[in-house]
Nanobody, 126 residues
Framework: QVQLVESGGGLVQAGGSLRLSCEAS????????VAWFRQVPGKEREFVAA????????YYADSVKGRFSISRERAANTASLQMNSLKPEDTAVYYC???????????????????WGQGTQVTVSS
């Protein structure tokens, strides 16, 4: 099973940018669907963005379309989430997830992913 470690979270003012990274170890991520989810206390984990394991199509939650961009760096075995035009409502713990077996129709479901990082806090001040 792949191990995932997120980094890059922090405190930023509204309108600012952050870039989250997800470093994988244990095996390559090249055949995985990689995704980012986020969670605030008392709420369920929410889908943010994903790259399906085949092809280069990216999928985004409506709330982040046009502001966030997910990418994969195969040589470095990492995935990233570039977050621009951040809003206070983007404040959450962000998690990286991966799965080598999920099907496209289940891309946005947290339960479809077997590997998770420990999370990184993103706080956007108004």
């Amino acid at each position: 099973q792949v191990q995932l470690v997120e980094s890059g979270g922090g405190l930023v003012q509204a309108g600012g940018s952050l870039r989250l990274s997800c470093e994988a170890s244990g095996r390559t991520l090249s055949r995985d669907t990689v995704a980012w989810f986020r969670q605030v206390p008392g709420k369920e984990r929410e889908f943010v963005a994903a790259l399906f394991r085949t092809g280069h199509n990216a999928y985004y939650a409506d709330s982040v379309k046009g502001r966030f961009s997910i990418s994969r760096e195969r040589a470095a075995n990492t995935a990233s989430l570039q977050m621009n035009s951040l809003k206070p409502e983007d404040t959450a713990v962000y998690y990286c997830a991966a799965s080598s077996t999920l099907i496209l129709s289940t891309l946005t479901r947290a339960e479809s992913y077997r590997s998770w990082g420990q999370g990184t806090q993103v706080t956007v001040s108004s």
